[in-house]
């Protein structure tokens, strides 16, 4: 996100590396399924670490969006 915001001067790019961003977000939620099977995190502590990340993945596609709002 932040070499995104560093270029916000170019919409395409903008949306481009948060996109990458919403793509990164989606890998750390299987990642989070993993982890559970594996017995690495509880059952609670992963429902807070995939509320967190669909709280950040609602932010990032606003983001894209309304990439106006970030100084376009």
Known sequence: MAEGYRKRQYEKHF???????D???????LWLDFALACGYITEI???KLQYKSEEIGKLVNYMMKNPNKFGL
Request: charged content about 40%.
């Open 15 to 21: 949306k481009s590396k948060l996109s990458d961003a």
């Open 45 to 47: 502590k992963k429902q």
């Open 23 to 29: 793509s990164e977000n989606s890998e750390t939620q």
